[in-house]
């Protein structure tokens, strides 16, 4: 059954992994002659620390800008980050809030990636926390707005020559 979604990519890997994805799912309906934008049911959300999306040696195409969220603002650095997250937090509250996970500094340029260090990562998603909001909201506006099941409809048509919205019968191989 074909229906709306959303898929989330986290970090540099993540990204790579729903490009391929987006990538095979549009050649796939352009196999099946969809001659049509790519669906907006169907939603992709890179988030990753750096703040412009990253081709890099790798085949498949860039997302959409409005599937990209970077969250290191330009000309930001760790310190900067990590002022603006326990700024909002009372000092009282900090350390049960934190819980010991929050490193002091370091020496990885954030604006290029967390270096696969996990409690950058967070650090950056907790300092972000009403960007990566709007960014959620904006996807799921579009996978939700109005048209989108009757878009849908046309990719099912294109794929499996039924308008419901299922896939086709699978056929026993015993």
Do not use: C
Not at 103 to 132: C, D, F, H, M, W
Not at 143 to 165: F, N
């Amino acid at each position: 059954m074909l229906a709306p979604f959303l898929i989330i990519g986290v970090g540099g890997s993540g990204g790579k992994t729903i490009r391929s994805m987006r990538q095979t799912l549009l050649r796939r309906l352009r196999a099946k002659g969809w001659k049509g934008e790519f669906p907006e049911a169907w939603q992709f959300l890179e988030i990753d620390t750096v703040s412009t999306q990253g081709g890099g040696n790798f085949s498949a195409p860039l997302l959409p800008p409005n599937q990209f969220l970077g969250l290191v603002p330009q000309q930001v650095d760790y310190l900067g980050l990590r002022k603006q997250l326990t700024g909002r937090i009372p000092r009282e509250e900090q350390k049960d809030a934190l819980g010991g996970w929050l490193p002091e500094n370091t020496a990885v340029p954030i604006q290029k990636g967390a270096g696969q260090y996990r409690t950058l990562g967070r650090a950056v998603v907790a300092s972000q926390l009403p960007q990566l909001q709007q960014a959620l909201v904006r996807s799921y506006s579009r996978l939700s707005a109005p048209g989108v099941i009757e878009e849908l409809k046309e990719v099912s048509r294109s794929l499996y020559g039924k308008a419901e919205g299922t896939s086709p019968d699978r056929k026993s191989t015993r």
